[in-house]
């Protein structure tokens, strides 16, 4: 299988509940394996099942429980690497606001941490800190259902569509909860996700915030689905309620004080600007975005709700990068929230100037064991590049971003097709006849050649190939 296939096959693995397939499999753990191919981690996958015999792996393909064929975990793991062998890999740890994290991945304030039970069982999973479900002082009530999801082809989410508000407990149980949180788990980082509706509020819960101990408290500016006015995003899209009730929560707590910012602007900077103003040491984004999806009613009727997941990554990159640009705001720290399912995902954030990155959708999709794969692929990533410590890749690839204005427009690239890896489908001239500049041709021979005097050097050929047959060329001066 290619590496392509075995992220396909890994794909439709169900993820099950103490996986079948393991316990078919005496000295090695196959539904490990095909977690970690799942989640990008294939260079160290084998080491799962390294003492598998070929009798034990078609014992455990043959246990798969999927319900249209079993996974093929044989193909998998003879088309795996050898596992690498034991190195020193680099710790995670980094600060945050002056706070020693053990690693920079946090549950984001959401469905996945709305009880002590539920942020118990992921800190002890290894996840760092908590940003706890939202705190309000109004009586919540959520509509039911209340979730919906775009899917991709393996039934994965593409994307996540979410109606539920903030807290249903009561203010003074949530704050007992985080009390609580913190002096049973004294090494995790615990914060305080709250909103108000008036002055008064605002100061009230952020000293209860205090009062319990928590390490920081993080200003929700931005949940979009909110059933009264005059809260969430409806104060995130103003910077001057953003900047005052900023300095009101900062002049009232001596704890750090987190801004979370609505994506549902044209531009982050004028918001996040006001916060900086306001005396926020750090900046979260992205929160949910308004969106609408048709698959699912709530209460009966269709309504405009937040949207999360991978659909949105790059927005939210896009956000990050608009402040990470900020000179204004020069020293603030940044939250990433948005689409982060991979280790790769998270040193997307990372590379752009987070110190911290908070997950949602993906833990309500696969379970707070996602904590496995995104600590460990990034530590072997960095061993990888001779990295000691995460502070080194914080902000890295801000410098490599530039303006439209500013890109090299006297040069090009041509595509270069492989042809021992084409196999014929003509993908790449469907593309570039209906979409493209009709720079190649295809006859019945099924081989594509680019027309060099029509070829512009877009590059879609190489982006719908199926099986990445089609490279890059060297640069050389565009024609005139």
């Known amino acids: 299988m290619t590496r392509l296939d075995i992220n396909e096959e890994a794909a439709r693995c169900l993820l099950c509940k103490d996986a079948p397939c393991s316990a078919a499999c005496p000295g090695g753990d196959p539904a490990r394996t095909v977690r970690a191919v799942r989640f990008g981690n294939e260079a160290f996958a084998a080491k799962w099942i390294s003492g598998c015999s070929e009798d034990a792996l078609e014992a455990a393909e043959k246990a798969c429980i999927h319900y249209d064929r079993p996974v093929r975990i044989r193909e998998i793991a003879a088309s795996l690497p050898e596992p690498p062998e034991e190195r020193p890999l680099p710790s995670l740890e980094i600060d945050f606001l002056g706070i020693r994290c053990e690693n920079p991945f946090f549950l984001a304030s959401s469905a996945v941490c709305t009880n002590y039970e539920m942020v118990a069982s992921a800190f002890e999973a290894g996840w760092a800190g908590v940003y706890y479900k939202t705190i309000c002082l109004q009586e919540i009530k959520e509509v ?15 994307g996540f569509r979410n109606m539920e508000q903030l807290s249903e407990n009561p203010v003074e149980m949530d704050f007992e909860i ?11 980082v615990v914060i305080a996700s709250i909103m108000g509706n008036s002055e008064d509020e605002w100061i009230k819960l952020a000293r209860m915030a205090e009062s319990a101990g928590v390490d920081a408290v993080e200003l929700n500016f931005s949940c979009p689905q909110m059933r009264l006015a005059g809260m969430g995003s409806d104060v995130g899209q103003n910077p001057e309620l953003v900047a005052y009730y900023t300095m009101l929560v900062k002049a009232a707590v001596g704890i750090p004080v987190i801004a979370k910012m609505t994506p ?22 992205i929160n949910t975005i308004k969106s609408v999806t048709m698959g699912g ?17 790059p927005i939210a990159l896009r956000f990050i990068l608009e402040m990470s640009s900020n000179k ?3 020293g603030v720290q940044l939250s990433g929230v948005g689409g982060i399912c991979t280790w790769k995902d998270a040193y997307e954030f990372m590379s752009l100037g987070c110190r911290n990155l908070q997950v949602c959708t993906a833990v309500m999709e696969y379970g707070y064991r996602i904590i496995d794969d995104l600590a460990a692929g990034l530590r072997n990533y960095l061993a990888g590049r001779g990295v000691t410590c995460l502070d080194e890749i914080v902000g890295e690839e801000v410098a490599n971003f530039s303006t439209p204005a500013k890109l090299d427009r006297d040069s090009m690239v041509f595509p270069v097709i492989d042809r021992a890896a084409c196999i014929g489908c003509g993908r790449c001239f469907i593309s570039c006849m209906d979409g493209g500049h009709q720079a190649i041709s295809f006859g019945e021979d099924r081989v594509p050649r680019v027309i060099g005097s029509k070829c512009v050097g877009c590059h879609l050929c190489r982006l719908v190939c199926p ?12 024609r005139r």
């Open 178 to 188: 985080l009390g609580r949180l913190k002096k049973d788990y004294p090494s995790k």
């Open 264 to 285: 549902n602007v044209a531009t982050m900077n004028l918001v996040a600007t006001a916060a900086f103003h306001g005396g926020a040491d750090a900046i979260s984004a």
């Open 144 to 158: 039911s259902p209340r979730f919906d999801a775009v899917k991709r082809p393996d039934g994965s989410f593409a």
């Open 297 to 313: 009613e709530v209460s009966g009727k269709k309504t405009i709700s937040g949207y999360s997941g991978a659909a949105v990554k």
């Open 328 to 330: 204004v705001m020069r």
């Open 467 to 478: 099986t990445g047959a089609i490279g890059i060329a060297k640069r050389i001066p565009a």
